[in-house]
């Protein structure tokens, strides 16, 4: 057996999901699909056939163009930090795994599946394994974080226009400002108080705060390539707001670029909780709960339809991956531990 064919074959079976996983998949595509038939049943079904029916296909098409365009964006992020921890990879290699992260993400019980296995795609030396992990966990952690900025400034915009729920602002502007505050946890100094001060409570996870501080200071002394990761972090949030803008557009949503900025990466924060399969009804009904609040103009039907349309886009965008991976071809890769 090749040695490609053995890495291949120990990656697959670390993120093959057990019958306990595969029980919890199947738990949480029965509670996407109930809330989403809720919601459905809830709204007014014609009213939603009715926007599906009247689709735009130039802006579909361009909705289609912004994702792959996004899988780019999030490839360069992603090799602007590998560089920093001293971890060298193909461009093209990089692009193919985040294609093959999303689509393991789209059909494991959870998306850290998706970023576990494009972790180990992207290498041949499994002593790297660990290293790529935490890349993919520090990416994941700044871009959570970026989100925050990115929604907040036009959050702050329409909470003057007035809202139609307060107490929604209320939580809303709550959750915006513990994330954005969170980002003083990725100075190095910051964490190193804190971790002293748990490090008398919690030994049990000494070894995963070490590995934190230590990707911190290395991230805190790379300097101008820092800075890139964040402006590629809000790049792949800028992207992926247009990409909601163009699946809206496309059916003929009354509202405007604003409210994406805010509604969207809300949703995204509300999805990563593993809650249903691949964020089925949670997306469905944060769009609906969201564009209420702002008085967005767009009813509950027409909200259920952005969230499903984009998600059928994504899912579609992700197959990409699966090409990829059947074809079992990766560009050789150059790396320094």
Known sequence: M??????????????????????????????????????????????????????DPSWLAMSF????LAKVVWALRWSVLLEIF????SFLRLVKGTFVGIFFSNFLPTSIGGDLYRSYWI????????????????????????????AFPPFLWLLSQGLQS??????????????????????PTVFDFFNRLLSKRIDWLSKNRRQISEALHILHRAGAARWRVVLLSVAVHLVGIMFFYCIGRALHLPMSLWHYFVIVPLTVVVTVLPISF????????????????????????????????????GTFVSLFGAVFYISGEREEAYATP
């Open 2 to 55: 090749r040695v490609d064919d053995t890495i291949h074959s120990t990656t697959v079976n670390k993120v093959r999901p057990k019958p306990r996983k595969m029980a919890s998949l199947a738990l949480r595509l029965v509670v996407g699909i109930a809330i989403t038939a809720l919601l459905v049943w809830q709204a007014d079904f014609s009213q939603l056939l009715a926007t599906l029916s009247r689709l």
């Open 65 to 68: 163009a912004v994702q792959l």
């Open 86 to 89: 001293h971890l060298r990879v």
């Open 123 to 150: 290498l041949d030396d499994k002593q790297l394994y660990p290293k790529s992990i935490f890349i993919v966990f520090v990416e994941r952690l700044i871009g959570i974080i970026s989100l925050a900025y990115v």
């Open 166 to 187: 307060p107490d929604i602002g209320l939580l809303i502007l709550l959750t915006l400002a513990l994330l954005c505050t969170s980002v003083l946890a990725l100075h």
């Open 278 to 313: 691949n964020g089925l009804g949670v997306r469905e009904g944060a769009l609906v709960v969201l564009t209420g609040a702002f008085a967005a103009g767009t009813s509950p039907s027409e909200a259920i339809a952005l969230g499903l349309l984009s998600s059928a886009v």
